[in-house]
């Protein structure tokens, strides 16, 4: 299958501190990607829908301007988690859409606030 | 709020047994999205259903969408090892997705 890539894999900070995500489709064009959170042992939280050159649609309760969402090309889409906190500690994935059935995800980023 | 709940939330099968998790909304869904997820790694999208009464096949997977866009059902015939992992249902309502808590299957060989 497609292969997506999320850069990086693991990222440690400190409170106060924005953090940026990387979210890659590296064989194909995507112009729409997701980002998720995902807590230890729970289920998806869709965060926001990722547009090719247009604003970033959130979903009801994600802070747009805690989590900004810039998709500049087809093939990479970026998560900025601004001023971070500990509660902002999770699991963040990406995925990118082919078609309305096909989408492939990234191997996910751990971000630790401390 | 729309919640969307999924039963049961673990299952253990022996290899070659049936196994079905199902997925039921509060609110009448627009689409529903199943996903797999194996321990350890990252979620792989599986199936999107859009239409009411929509039945949709992966080899050895069946997805079926209810009548009233409500609920929707994944089915697996004679489950393999390879199945094992936990599977989440999306569902999308009035512009927001909500991922039940997922169903974890284990298979005994």
């Known amino acids: 299958g497609a292969v997506v890539s999320q850069h990086p894999s693991r990222v440690i900070c400190k409170s106060g501190t924005s953090v940026k995500i990387e979210c890659r489709s590296l064989?194909?064009?995507?112009?729409?990607m997701f980002w998720y959170r995902q807590f230890p042992k729970q289920s998806l939280m869709l965060m926001a829908t990722s547009n090719e050159g247009s604003k970033a649609t959130y979903e009801q309760g994600v802070e747009k301007d805690k989590f900004l969402i810039n998709h500049a090309s087809l093939t990479l889409s970026t998560l900025t988690v601004t001023s971070a906190h500990p509660e902002d500690s999770s699991f963040y994935i990406c995925s990118a859409r082919i078609s309305a059935d096909t989408q492939y995800f990234g191997p996910g980023t751990r971000l630790t606030v401390l | 709020g729309q919640q969307v709940m999924q039963i049961p939330q673990y299952q253990h099968v022996q290899e070659g047994e049936d196994f079905t998790t199902y997925c039921n909304s509060s609110t009448t869904l627009s689409n529903i999205q199943w996903y797999k997820q194996r321990p350890g790694g990252h979620p792989v999208f599986l199936i999107q259903l859009v239409k009411s009464g929509e039945v949709k096949k992966q080899k050895r997977l069946t997805f079926q969408f209810g009548e009233a866009k409500k609920n929707s059902s994944l089915h697996i015939t004679a489950t393999q090892t390879t199945d094992v992992g936990t599977y989440f249902c999306a569902g999308r309502s009035a512009g927001k997705s909500t991922f039940g808590d997922g169903t974890t299957l284990t298979v005994k060989p």
């Open positions: 064989d194909f064009q995507a112009t729409t």
